[in-house]
């Protein structure tokens, strides 16, 4: 069955980076689209980005231009989120999902992975 | 951005109720309009896709409907298990964005 596994738990203080990863298992990696969402405590999802991971191509939400990099490893099944520059309002669950082709709608989740921001 | 507005925020019923939800979109976006549910701690679950597509292994209780800018998640005989926060999804355009969640609560 697919399967979404994502690294663990990181504490970051702030001016620092954060690289998530995401093991994909149980599907062709390169087929479907991977996206990656937050939610920060309390509060609903924010759209982060996607990534092809066919081709790496990738596409950010404008509130994360210039501060996210999303890649893909086609070796191993995996995608990465890396954050950089931080903040306290950075702390939140992230989220990776597969997008299933024609609608995007994400039939399958990572367990998410905890990133906390403080100093 | 396209706005996904959700009502209510909370609700509270009983086992066996029929519950609706409300999502709202701030443009006409098809039928790219997609459900989830979400238990505290845990990754959200598809529910239903494209307006009112059962995802595989879904109880049949769930249903959605809906097109344009209007959409509406029904349960019927709420289950114990259903106790959780439901949310909407487009993916009509980037960037996608959620309803802020409904939580239904035990009455």
């Known amino acids: 069955q697919v399967q979404l596994v994502q690294s663990g738990a990181e504490v970051k203080k702030p001016g620092a980076s954060v690289k998530v990863s995401c093991r994909a298992s149980?599907?062709?990696?390169?087929?479907?689209?991977l996206y990656w969402m937050r939610q920060a405590p309390g509060q609903g999802l924010e759209w982060v980005g996607m990534?092809?991971?066919?081709?790496?191509?990738?596409t950010y939400a404008q509130n994360f231009q210039g501060r996210v990099t999303m890649t893909r490893d086609t070796s191993t099944s995996t995608a990465y989120m890396e954050l950089s520059i931080l903040r306290s309002e950075d702390t939140a669950v992230y989220y990776c999902?597969?997008?299933?082709?024609?609608?995007?709608?994400?039939?399958?989740w990572g367990q998410g992975t905890l990133v906390t921001v403080s100093s | 951005d396209i706005q996904m507005t959700q009502s209510p925020s909370s609700l509270s019923a009983s086992v066996g109720d029929r519950v609706t939800i409300t999502c709202r979109a701030s443009?006409?976006?098809?039928?790219?309009l997609h459900w989830y549910q979400q238990k505290p701690g845990k990754a959200p679950k598809l529910l239903i896709y494209?307006?009112?597509a059962l995802h595989t292994g879904v109880p049949s209780r769930f249903s959605g409907s809906g097109s344009g800018a209007q959409f509406t998640l029904t349960i019927n005989g709420l289950q114990p298990d259903d106790f959780a926060t439901y949310f909407c999804?487009?993916?009509?355009?980037?960037?996608?964005?959620f309803g802020q969640g409904t939580t239904v609560e035990i009455k």
């Open positions: 443009q006409t976006i098809g039928v790219y």
């Open positions: 999804h487009q993916t009509d355009n980037t960037p996608h964005t």
């Open positions: 494209a307006a009112s």
């Open positions: 990534i092809n991971p066919s081709g790496g191509s990738t």
């Open positions: 149980g599907y062709t990696f390169i087929t479907q689209y």
């Open positions: 999902a597969r997008g299933v082709f024609g609608y995007s709608h994400f039939d399958s």
